[in-house]
């Protein structure tokens, strides 16, 4: 479920309360925080963590997260989606802030939110896949300066 919610930037209710259609997930009014429905392109990296389904349940992960995280919560991986999202390559992806805003399904402020009702689908998605590439790449790099001290008998 961790793994899931960091590859798309969904809150943990939206993940439980969602459901998949074809290569999104959608996040209907009732699960929704801004009582709007969320539409969220899934990567290739975000539909294998939905094979790994059923995930425990809820209760199970946040306990698990208070237990085991050292003070930060699963709601916490919002924050880093949307940090990484925001800050230019190398170390995040560099995408619009507007466009991070509808990922995270935020209602836009001010004369921005009065006038502008794109929904920015092609820019969310390929943020999405750039995303997973970056989350992969840096799994890649972390295993390979693991070097083991001891070979295994």
Do not use: C
């Amino acid at each position: 479920m961790l793994r899931f919610l960091l590859a798309t930037g969904l809150r943990i209710g939206e993940a439980y309360n969602g459901h998949r259609e074809g290569q999104y997930w959608v996040v209907p009014v009732s699960a929704s925080k801004n009582k709007a429905a969320h539409r969220v392109w899934l990567s290739d990296l975000a539909l294998a963590q939905i094979e790994q389904r059923p995930w425990t349940g809820r209760a199970v992960v946040q306990a698990w997260v208070t237990a085991h995280a050292g003070g930060w919560t699963a709601h916490d991986l919002r924050r880093t989606f949307s940090t990484k999202m925001n800050e230019k390559p190398p170390q995040g992806i560099g995408v619009a802030p507007y466009v991070v805003e509808k990922m995270l399904n935020h209602t836009l402020g001010g004369v921005m939110g009065i006038y502008n009702r794109a929904e920015y689908l092609d820019e969310r998605r390929q943020a999405l896949e750039a995303w997973s590439a970056w989350l992969l790449a840096l799994i890649d790099k972390n295993s390979a300066d693991v070097v083991p001290l001891r070979a295994n008998a």
